[in-house]
């Protein structure tokens, strides 16, 4: 059973799920929902006890609908079993503390009240943005240490594309590509935050031992599951996103019933694999553009404060997509400045962590928010 916790005081979120349900409740602020997935109804509540304010059913599931306290009391007010008033709870305490998140990784704290910038490094010929630019080791080792001075907290390390259509490359080649890229920005710069982009575990296991300190795994560890041993055998951070397919097939007709309840969901299932092994350190990644339609991908921004009752710190990665240039009909080269605003849409809902190519205008993003949650 999923239990995810909605910001219902925007107003489309709430007449989304007011349609849904078909309630009567007048929208107000301050209003949050709990959604039920995947639950005997029968078994949760009697049939006399069905018509109520603030609780709603449909198929098989429920929503209860009010403020923090309300969806509490409506929860022991329904006798709902131990296990479910526990994650209704736990929710609610998670989605509370989400801005109050502290983890060390490597010689570092970071402290996600205040946001954080991801620099891409892409050591491949062939990615949609900057593929070939810095496939020869001096040339990506000079544009990280270029993206640290611009004040990147994170470098993340790729060595294969996973645009749209790409191909997969062997664990040979791709090590070739990001182990000696790694070694040599640890060697220069030796405090450094690397995070190796890769759904092989082989490679995250090799750039871990030569200095990376984060696997950002675009399968959510669904490619290769000893990604998660990997990670908790080395005490990494992982972040786990949400893909649609695979990239060589995921854009042909993604469709989705609900987006933002599916990616949870997914995301749900995944981050408990970790949790459960072990993994301490964890944070999610919605995915856009991964197997997701224009109109999936801008309510996963809107609504990305939906995401946070999962419990962990969430990057976004929006620079250069595709939907950008379809919408406004750009060049990969002249979609930086949408990409830095939608940036600053994203971090005033909820992202914590932001990947981009263009670290200079994303870091003064960055400051900027974090000037003003400081203040």
Known sequence: MISQLLNLSSEKTFNLYKRKYNFSTKFKNCIYGIELRDVSIDSIVCEENRKNDNYFFID????????????????SILS??????????????????HDFLKYKIGNRIFDFKFSYVMGILNVTPDSFSDGGKYAQKNKAVEHALRMIDEGADIIDVGGESTRPGSEPVSTEEEMKRVVPVICEIIS????TIISIDTTKSDVAKEAIKNGASIINDI????????????AQEFDTAMIIMH?????????NSPSYKEVVSEVYDILFEQTEIALNIGIEKIIIDPGI???????????????LQDLKSLGYPILIGLSRKSFIGNILNLPVQERDDVSNALNAVAINNGAR???????????QTSKIFNRIIAN
């Open 188 to 191: 220069q710069k030796p405090e």
């Open 60 to 75: 098989d599931c429920m929503l209860l609908i009010g403020s923090f306290s309300d969806l509490i009391e409506t929860s």
């Open 353 to 363: 962590i932001i990947r981009t190519h263009n670290v200079k205008q994303a870091v």
């Open 289 to 303: 553009g991964f197997g997701k339609r224009i109109e999936d991908n801008l309510n996963l921004i809107e609504r």
């Open 80 to 97: 709902l079993n131990h296990k479910i008033k526990s994650e209704i709870i736990q929710k609610i305490e998670k989605y509370n503390r």
């Open 219 to 230: 399968s959510g560890g669904s490619f290769d599951t000893e990604m998660f041993s990997v």
């Open 243 to 251: 893909i649609s397919g695979k990239p060589q097939t995921m854009q």
